[in-house]
């Protein structure tokens, strides 16, 4: 063999073994992925597990049904079960940015409506950066109304967003209450 073919076999088989070794690793980390979100799963308060399996029937019917066919108490979750999500996972910016901040100003009686007032307070501070008729539910009317505000008041939407995730009332337990006590109200698909 000459001294062209040993090297490029040498290249070979260390491409090879780097390939071996990352499908390895992969799998040791999707294997520990899989531990994480299993050990998450477990602690997961029952209330909780509940509270989710009510929002995968919410949204089934609303994809039916369309939020106008909703129940009143389904309207009540979607609304909180939606921005709850939104402006923990982005601040009121991405709420206001996605498609379900339509319903910001129905969020507030939502919000209410289980009893976390201060919550609500919040909201409708966020509603109130849009002047006095609130964002518009049109998303892309919305988007430019967002891109158009000043920067006191993105600073103000930045200030609601350390107010909200203070969490002076517990969403999770009003919301539970209010899906036990309003259970007939909550329609299969």
Same mark, same amino acid.
């Given at each position: 063999?000459?001294?062209?073919?040993?090297?490029?076999?040498?290249?070979?088989?260390a491409?090879?073994?780097?390939?071996i $070794?990352q499908?390895?690793?992969?799998?040791?980390?999707?294997?520990?992925?899989?531990?994480s979100?299993?050990?998450?799963?477990?602690?997961i308060?029952?209330?909780?597990?509940?509270?989710?399996d009510?929002?995968?029937?919410?949204?089934?019917?609303?994809?039916?049904?369309?939020?106008?066919?909703?129940?009143?108490?389904?309207k009540?979750?979607?609304?909180?079960?939606?921005?709850e999500?939104?402006?923990?996972?982005g601040g009121?910016?991405?709420?206001f940015?996605?498609? $379900?901040?339509?319903y910001?100003?129905e969020?507030?009686?939502?919000?209410?409506?289980?009893g976390?007032?201060?919550?609500?307070?919040?909201?409708?501070?966020?509603n109130?950066v849009f002047g006095?008729?609130g964002?518009?539910k049109?998303?892309?009317?919305r988007?430019k109304?967002?891109?158009?505000?000043?920067?006191?008041?993105?600073?103000?939407?930045?200030?609601?967003?350390?107010?909200?995730y203070?969490?002076?009332?517990?969403i999770?337990?009003?919301l539970y209450?209010f899906?036990?006590?309003h259970?007939a109200?909550?329609?299969d698909?």
């Open positions: 063999m000459d001294r062209k073919t040993v090297l490029a076999g040498m290249i070979i088989f491409v090879v073994a780097v390939a $070794w499908v390895k690793r992969n799998r040791m980390l999707q294997e520990e992925a899989r531990e979100v299993d050990l998450a799963l477990r602690n308060p029952e209330h909780v597990k509940f509270l989710i009510v929002s995968k029937k919410v949204f089934a019917r609303l994809e039916k049904v369309g939020f106008d066919g909703l129940t009143d108490a389904e009540v979750f979607f609304c909180i079960w939606t921005l999500g939104d402006v923990n996972n009121f910016d991405q709420y940015f996605n498609s $379900w901040s339509e910001s100003i969020s507030v009686d939502a919000f209410e409506k289980i976390a007032s201060k919550t609500a307070a919040i909201i409708r501070r966020a109130s006095n008729s964002p518009a049109d998303r892309t009317t988007q109304q967002l891109d158009s505000l000043p920067e006191s008041a993105q600073e103000k939407l930045n200030g609601l967003d350390d107010e909200f203070e969490y002076h009332e517990d999770d337990n009003l209450e899906v036990v006590k259970e109200k909550f329609l698909v």
